[in-house]
């Protein structure tokens, strides 16, 4: 049951990672700094108090960077992968009692995954904002997308298998999405 919710934070935290990548860290970071969230063994460093700087920094200036309309488009692609490596270490930095082999594969799966999938989808949604209305809708994007990342980390901390559904609903539709999209394309090609 311990790595079921332990998965559960992972899988949650690593879906706010595809909204923003700093806002899930700096919300781990202070869990654990007030006890609320046990970190794997090498993993201790992400609540540290320069850590904790440092995440804070860093999502203050990615938030803020995102009400840029040119630099919006281009963090995307930046962030894309970026939001993959971070699921991937933030789900990994969960789950403590399993092989190194079991961990790092339902880390890259699983948290790698989700912040993939929940990436893509609001890339999609940005460049379809960026395309039918100039970018004038983007920092509304951008406000639900932070909102979304705030919420999924808080839900991830302290109700966690709720998240855990959340997530994989989020997923699920986001997945059909793009897949009509794609569909869609290949019709009309």
Same mark, same amino acid.
């Given at each position: 049951?311990?790595?079921?919710?332990?998965?559960?934070?992972?899988?949650?935290?690593?879906?706010?990672?595809?909204?923003?990548?700093?806002?899930?860290?700096?919300?781990?970071?202070?869990?654990?700094?007030? *006890?609320?969230?046990? #970190?794997?063994? $090498?993993?201790?460093?992400?609540?540290? /108090?320069? =850590?904790?700087? %440092?995440? &804070? !920094?860093?999502?203050?200036?990615?938030?803020?960077?995102?009400?840029?309309?040119?630099?919006?488009?281009?963090?995307?692609?930046?962030?894309?992968?970026?939001?993959?490596?971070?699921?991937?270490?933030?789900?990994?930095?969960?789950?403590?009692?399993?092989?190194?082999?079991?961990?790092?594969?339902?880390?890259?799966?699983?948290?790698?995954?989700?912040?993939?999938?929940?990436?893509? *989808?609001?890339?999609? #949604?940005?460049? $379809?904002?960026?395309?039918?209305?100039? /970018?004038? =809708?983007?920092? %509304?994007? &951008? !406000?639900?997308?932070?909102?979304?990342?705030?919420?999924?980390?808080?839900?991830?901390?302290?109700?966690?298998?709720?998240?855990?559904?959340?997530?994989?609903?989020?997923?699920?539709?986001?997945?059909?999405?793009?897949?009509?999209?794609?569909?869609?394309?290949?019709?009309?090609?």
């Amino acid at each position: 049951m311990e790595t079921l919710l332990a998965l559960a934070v992972g899988m949650g935290l690593s879906a706010a990672c595809g909204f923003r990548v700093f806002v899930p860290l700096l919300g781990m970071s202070l869990a654990a700094r007030a *006890g609320h969230l046990t #970190l794997g063994p $090498g993993f201790e460093w992400i609540g540290s /108090g320069p =850590a904790a700087l %440092a995440f &804070s !920094t860093a999502t203050v200036l990615e938030i803020a960077a995102y009400y840029i309309p040119w630099l919006d488009n281009l963090l995307d692609t930046i962030m894309t992968p970026a939001a993959v490596v971070a699921g991937t270490i933030v789900t990994a930095s969960m789950l403590s009692d399993l092989s190194p082999f079991l961990k790092w594969s339902l880390a890259v799966i699983a948290g790698g995954g989700a912040a993939g999938i929940v990436q893509g *989808g609001t890339v999609a #949604l940005r460049a $379809g904002s960026s395309g039918t209305t100039g /970018g004038l =809708a983007n920092p %509304a994007v &951008s !406000t639900m997308e932070m909102v979304g990342s705030i919420l999924t980390t808080a839900l991830a901390i302290v109700i966690p298998l709720l998240c855990l559904a959340l997530v994989l609903w989020i997923c699920y539709k986001m997945v059909r999405k793009i897949s009509r999209l794609a569909l869609f394309r290949r019709r009309t090609a």
